[in-house]
């Protein structure tokens, strides 16, 4: 088992500008200096890292700089979160376009993960149908990135996620056969008991987001 910590608890999460107009562009970035903060991760006994995808787009052009500074921490890339909307049928095709580069660039740097949030909230609410879109994309997006050796994980998400609570858990699981990266902390505060979740999926489980909670706030 390894045991890593994520570099998005050490600055502000934004979403990508380019994102606004070109859904091949959408992305998570953390503000930080993710040099310094890889090397502070380190300093705290962790030998394994999660970056966002905006965070690992920075090192597109010099993906070696990125290497360089996880050997110099002696620490490794072990996974990258990607997030999509999954549910447009006209966006999934460039959706999974920036999930396959993702997978790509991440597993020439040595990472075996990549954790996949998502399933858009529409104006209108969410359909039915929607969790059979969902279901479909996620089993897209597995292929895409197992072509690069990775495992990829769905992990329920809240605020604008279609995938909070457990009953929704329980929908979207139903219809595809993904495995599972549980949040301990979004699991809670959707409502569902943490224990009894990973009790339900444990054979599906491959990784896990081990968050805490304090004052209905999330502890990073």
Known sequence: MKLGYMTNAFGL???SGGGVTSVKD????TICDDSEVIKRIAGHGFKSIELFDGNLERFVS???KLKKILIDNNVSLLG???GANYIYRDALEDELWHIERTA??????GASHVV????AVRASGIKDEDYDLLAKGLDNAREVVQKHGLVASYHPHLGGSMVETPEQIDKLFALTSIPFCPDIAHIAVGGGDPLEIVKKYYDRIKYVHLKDLMNGEFCL
């Open 13 to 15: 999460l934004v979403g």
């Open 104 to 109: 790509k660039i991440a597993s020439s740097l």
């Open 80 to 82: 990258v979160y990607v």
């Open 116 to 119: 996949l949030g998502g399933g």
């Open 26 to 29: 959408i992305r998570y970035e």
């Open 62 to 64: 010099d993906p070696d």
